[in-house]
């Protein structure tokens, strides 16, 4: 057994415990996640009044404490400015009887001198005083210097200050000068009491004040909990739909709902896919399979149409590997990195594309002159979205028709790719970029995705597509890129943009 299984845990590979500290702290577990937030804040609440208090109590202590020692030197002050000017020939004892049966003392003050030798001197209310034991020393023994301390004595406490009496450079007696401090002991704990009572009302608001508002944040995670437990089970359509403040918690609640709108919006469109996929790849599947078949059963035994049942099959497998390379590239676009934004000279682009195009189809190719600009796009991506448009365009037209090519800069960086075809129906149009849709494309062989990539191109870069189309008066095809996809003139030119 190992050293962990004996102490009743379980190690991890850096030896640590795996026993958590609510098993330590048992009545912790049962305790739900609000009540242990509660009384966390109420543990932290309270230390921190209990210390700000002990400081208040402290301060105050010291501030009345400073009052009566400040009385207690000026009565020692007092007294020895007395005794210097006192009649010549007045002995200090008896000089001292009368100061202290004549002169007014504040109310707990008492004095006590004591004049070598002869009896000790007190005014009145000195008898609850004198028999203190450092009072007795310091009476029969004078201190060296003034001294201030707190001494204990029955039912209450007194402040002292103890000084020598000095005639002549030579000590002859000494005098203390005490004060009851049974007032602040009462003020005191009149403070404590009053602001405790404060203290403990300002906790309770606090208390309530966190309580709700940690009920209000944990209401919200536990909707949360209830709406991931129902969407686990397959209700995708379900919501917070958050109807409180828009504070975090109320943006946390709207994000969260928002991050399930795309999740059952990724989820329908995977959906939606598979559905298309197992119908687009049903047709070429079964054709191939027959031809093969056919070939097998030596139903097609001729060379001529056994190499004209291969060719078939070749042709529709290389259609299946097209449509499978577009869906990748579908199911691409919606990644983060789906885009390898790089630095692109539009005017070479779209001069390149052109003299390509033209070698592709017997066509009157119109191509505008692109601006001399760099752009910030993934190259490849938008070279590979015009090329789709322009494949469109020429199965769209037939021989000497005219297909065009132009940039425009206006509210967005516009490329357009116009055929003179037979257009498309308003009905049709709504439909041309969805993925498999091919309205315009009937009876010849396609995958109808080309638009649907396009429209993921465009929007990955920030932009979008639209186009503008009439039966019989051709269409015009348009990816809009954001003003900020541009980096500014190119180095082989310097050209105004407007």
Not at 121 to 129: L, N
Not at 479 to 487: A, G
Request: glycine residues 10%; negative net charge; without cysteine.
């Amino acid at each position: 057994m190992s050293v962990a299984e004996r102490v009743g845990g379980v190690a991890d590979p850096l030896g640590h415990s795996k026993r958590s500290s609510l098993a330590r702290l048992p009545f912790l577990g049962r305790l739900t996640t609000l009540q242990r937030l509660v009384l966390g804040s109420l543990v932290l609440f309270a230390l921190g009044l209990a210390v700000i208090l002990t400081q208040i109590v402290s301060t105050y202590t010291h501030s009345y404490l400073s009052s009566v020692d400040s009385s207690l030197v000026t009565e020692i002050t007092e007294f020895g400015r007395s005794a210097s000017q006192r009649p010549k020939g007045t002995a200090l004892r008896s000089f001292a009887h009368s100061y202290l049966s004549s002169h007014p003392l504040s109310n707990g003050e008492t004095i006590l001198i004591d004049v070598f030798p002869g009896p000790i001197y007190g005014s009145t209310d000195s008898s609850s005083v004198e028999p203190l034991s450092r009072v007795r020393q310091l009476l029969d023994r004078p201190p060296g210097k003034t001294t201030i301390f707190t001494e204990a004595g029955t039912g209450t406490s007194y402040r002292i200050i103890a000084s020598p009496l000095v005639n002549g450079g030579k000590t002859v007696g000494s005098m203390v000068v005490a004060a009851n401090l049974a007032q602040l002991e009462r003020q005191r704990g009149e403070f404590i009491l009053l602001t405790s009572l404060e203290a403990v009302t300002a906790l309770a608001g606090a208390l309530a004040v966190a309580a709700f508002s940690l009920k209000r944040i944990l209401a919200t995670v536990q909707a949360m909990t209830k709406t991931a437990r129902e969407i686990a089970v397959g209700d995708l359509g379900t919501r917070l739909r958050h109807v409180g403040p828009k504070d975090e918690v109320g943006e946390l609640a709207a994000t969260f709902d928002i991050m399930l709108d795309q999740i059952e919006s990724a989820f329908n469109q995977q959906s939606r896919l598979v559905s298309d996929l197992s119908h687009q790849f049903r047709t070429p599947l079964t054709a191939a399979r027959g031809h093969l078949e056919l070939i097998a059963r030596g139903a097609i035994s001729q060379p001529e149409e056994v190499a004209d049942s291969i060719e078939l099959v070749l042709e529709e497998l290389d259609h299946l590997r097209s449509l499978l390379d577009r869906v990748l590239l579908i199911g691409r676009s919606m990644e983060p990195d789906f885009l390898a934004i790089d630095e692109v000279d539009l005017a070479t682009l779209i001069r390149n594309i052109g003299i390509e195009a033209s070698f592709l189809a017997n066509r009157e190719w119109r191509v505008g002159n692109a601006p001399e600009i760099t752009v910030r796009v993934d190259g490849d991506k938008v070279r590979g979205a015009i090329w789709n448009l322009i494949d469109n365009a020429i199965k769209a037209t037939s021989e000497g028709d005219a297909i065009g090519i132009a940039v425009e800069i206006g509210e967005s960086l516009d490329l357009s790719v116009t055929d003179s075809g037979k257009g498309l129906s308003p009905s049709d149009q709504e439909t041309v970029f969805e993925r498999f849709a091919r309205p315009g494309g009937q009876g010849r062989r396609g995958t109808g995705l080309g638009l649907a990539i396009v429209k993921a191109v465009a929007e990955g870069h920030g932009g979008g597509v639209s186009m503008r189309s009439a039966l019989g008066e051709g269409a015009t095809v348009t990816i809009s890129l954001p003003l900020s996809v541009i980096v500014g003139p190119s180095e082989r030119s310097e050209v105004e943009i407007t």
